[in-house]
């Protein structure tokens, strides 16, 4: 559900850039006021973990797939301040870096992905991780196409029904790993207390399971053009896609190469900066 440059007017970018911002900034200011040692490490932790799974798009219907978002993951984890600076971390790092959403509408895919998709689960979270999930990434696809009619990329009439048959499966299929996701990791910190005690354990955990989740999900996982992508084909409007400025590692490829140990490499470059995007912007009066 990244959003390139090119669907979304520039104006609308600069503005969703400012407001953004904002969010990000009462956020950080929120988070540290109560930020724990052991809190920092595991947000940090969790934006390496969703950026490695945000890499791994899964199969739905007609020649779609979809990829895990986390908004819902990392909002039942910590709360949805903090779960915002864990998503607008991996979604940073995924623009300047790989070229994965338009630089200039980074502002667009984190209020979409990581405000809208972290507070749709926050609200809904009486209904269940499940209903929570579902709710995130469909309020997330709205916006989206929200912002894509505004700019008269295409009639809102037109993107708003397609964009929600989209990603009505993916919705499900992010809820079905969230369901997972959450009590396994809760039970993984509670019977290991010492697992993120330090940076670099904390690091080397991260490492350790997003190799493993890159080496054995990358070969197989699914090469069909996204919700988003797949809506644009659909409509006629993906021809509008541009790319302002030339990305280190675009395409999650690795000096060059892209083969699944290129890719594999290029992917653990990417958790190390989200974990430490993440760690920088929780740094506060840190409690013990």
Not at 135 to 149: E, Q, R
Not at 177 to 185: E, G, R, S
Not at 210 to 230: N, Q, R, T
Request: glycine share 8%.
């Amino acid at each position: 559900m990244h959003t390139p440059d090119g669907f979304i007017t520039s104006w609308v970018c600069v503005a969703m850039i400012l407001f953004s911002l904002g969010f990000l900034a009462r956020a950080v200011a929120v988070v540290r006021k109560s930020m724990t040692k052991k809190k920092m490490l595991e947000m940090s932790a969790a934006a390496s973990v969703i950026f490695a799974l945000q890499m791994l798009n899964f199969p739905v219907t007609n020649g779609t797939s979809g990829h895990f978002i986390g908004a819902a993951f990392s909002a039942f984890l910590f709360g949805p301040e903090a779960a915002l600076i864990v998503l607008a971390s991996v979604i940073v790092v995924q623009s300047l870096v790989y070229g994965d959403g338009g630089i200039l509408a980074i502002g667009v895919n984190t209020f979409n992905m990581a405000v809208v998709g972290v507070y749709a689960a926050h609200y809904a979270r009486k209904a269940g991780i499940f209903a929570g999930s579902v709710a995130s990434v469909i309020a997330s696809a709205l916006s989206a196409a929200f912002f894509i009619g505004i700019s008269g990329t295409i009639k809102l009439s037109l993107v708003v029904p397609a964009m929600l048959k989209a990603h009505i499966p993916i919705a499900l299929g992010e809820a079905l790993i969230t369901v997972a996701a959450v009590p396994l990791w809760n039970a993984l910190m509670k019977s290991n207390p010492d697992l993120l005690s330090s940076a670099k354990k904390a690091v080397l955990f991260s490492l350790a399971l997003c190799s493993f989740l890159l080496i054995v999900f990358v070969p197989v996982a699914s090469s069909s053009p996204d919700g988003l992508e797949s809506v644009a084909m659909q409509l006629g409007f993906f021809e509008k896609a541009v790319s302002i400025s030339p990305s280190p590692l675009a395409g999650y490829t690795f000096m060059g190469a892209a083969s699944t140990i290129a890719v594999v490499a290029s992917g653990l470059v990417g958790v190390l900066l989200s974990f430490g995007l993440s760690y920088s912007m929780s740094i506060g009066r840190v409690k013990q």
